[in-house]
């Protein structure tokens, strides 16, 4: 799977933005997809996760509420709409590809970073204060 994220950029606290994660090769359909950002500085941490059906999705605290992860398996895309934007959320902003195989529906398998074998480039959020 080639992933390719974009829709990130500028904005004030308060305001949204919605980032896009389009997908080529392997069928997307067949992943799970986890968004993840890192700041300047710090780790890569978990944002939020979605089945291959985009029955299940979850979220980490500090982005529940504000966020909505969401795909179109006919589109081969994945979204995460963010509102109230916090000067906090501003990082890069990385997709990435979950194989279905090793989802085990009731564990946080969406945390395992390690485990996620495509990502994208990044896409940079900031907000400003």
């Known amino acids: 799977v080639q992933l390719q994220a974009s829709g990130g950029g500028l904005v004030q606290a308060g305001g949204s933005l919605r980032l896009s994660c389009a997908a080529s090769?392997?069928?997307?359909?067949?992943?799970?997809m986890g968004w993840f950002r890192q700041a300047p500085g710090k780790e890569r941490e978990f944002v939020a996760a979605?089945?291959?059906?985009?029955?299940?999705?979850y979220y980490a605290d500090s982005v529940k509420g504000r966020f909505t992860i969401s795909r179109d398996n006919a589109k081969n895309t994945m979204y995460l709409q963010m509102i109230s934007l916090k000067p906090e959320d501003t990082a890069v902003y990385y997709c990435?590809?979950?194989?279905?195989?090793?989802?085990?529906?009731?564990?946080?398998?969406?945390?395992?970073?390690?485990?996620?074998?495509?990502w994208g480039q990044g896409t940079q959020v900031t907000v400003s204060s």
């Open positions: 990435a590809a979950y194989p279905n195989s090793k989802v085990k529906y009731g564990s946080n398998w969406y945390l395992k970073v390690n485990e996620y074998d495509y």
């Open positions: 090769g392997r069928t997307f359909s067949s992943s799970a």
């Open positions: 979605i089945s291959w059906s985009g029955s299940g999705t």
